[in-house]
């Protein structure tokens, strides 16, 4: 279960890393910056998803399947490179749909303060939704922890972040733009194509998790079987 848990905690750091890093590096140069009320939103709700799933519980029962036997291995880069991929082409895509509704920089100013614009709304949705989603997809569970749906605090988390994700999205009322630091949509088209791009990366980055645990995990489990009797696994109690 150590195993099992550090790794997760690795690939979640990774991606979140990644993706903070093409924040502050890409987006500073176009003098787009993230307010302190943002700054503190976010960190709380990654915070207590992070802690959620530091507070997992291991399971009692024993599983014949083994854990990926080292930190750095296939499976691990591979899955990251694939979420990351995918992190930065609806980056990319998001970037495109502002400056094709009209959005224009000024020239670099290493000293510009944070100002709320069109391109600081969009990716400070896209960002909440990638770091969410990759606490959610990276969370093995069982059959080492408890599973996605037995940790309460990181499932109730988990969809309390999505629904204020889809409330940013829908801007139900000015008062919430207002709260969070963040402008209006200039149509319904810009506003349905963000939200389809948090739901297609998350959908992906689940797809992506998912195929590479199946690929990888394939020789581990041809490694154990048949090392412990399934009839001595079964009779022992959670």
């Known amino acids: 279960s150590t195993l099992s848990s550090t790794l997760d905690m ?37 915070s207590v998803a992070s802690m959620s799933v530091a ?35 609806f980056l990319h895509l998001t970037h495109k749909l502002v400056f094709e509704n009209g959005f224009k920089i000024d020239k670099f100013n290493y000293n510009a303060r944070f100002t709320p614009n069109l391109l600081n709304t969009a990716m400070y949705i896209m960002r909440g939704e990638m770091d969410i989603v990759t606490i959610c997809c990276n969370y093995r569970g069982a059959p080492f922890m408890q599973s996605f749906s037995e940790n309460r605090a990181l499932l109730i988390g988990i969809i309390l972040s999505g629904l204020a994700i889809a409330v ?9 733009n207002k709260a969070f630091q963040l402008v209006p949509f200039p149509n319904k088209k810009f506003q349905f194509l963000l939200g389809s791009y948090c739901v297609l990366d998350s959908l992906f980055c689940i797809i992506s998790e998912k195929l590479c645990m199946w690929y990888f995990s394939r020789e581990e489990k041809d490694k154990t079987k048949g090392l412990v009797e399934k009839d001595v696994v079964d009779g022992l109690s959670d």
């Open 10 to 46: 690795f690939k979640q750091l990774s991606l979140i890393s990644l993706i903070a890093a093409y924040n502050m590096s890409i987006l500073f140069v176009e003098n787009v910056r993230f307010g302190e009320r943002q700054n503190l939103i976010f960190s709380i709700i990654t």
């Open 55 to 89: 507070w997992a519980v291991p399971r009692r029962k024993l599983s014949i399947e083994r854990p990926f036997p080292s930190f750095f291995n296939g499976y691990l880069v591979t899955s990251v490179l694939l979420q990351f991929g995918t992190h930065l082409l």
């Open 168 to 176: 940013l999205v829908a801007q139900i009322h000015p008062a919430v």
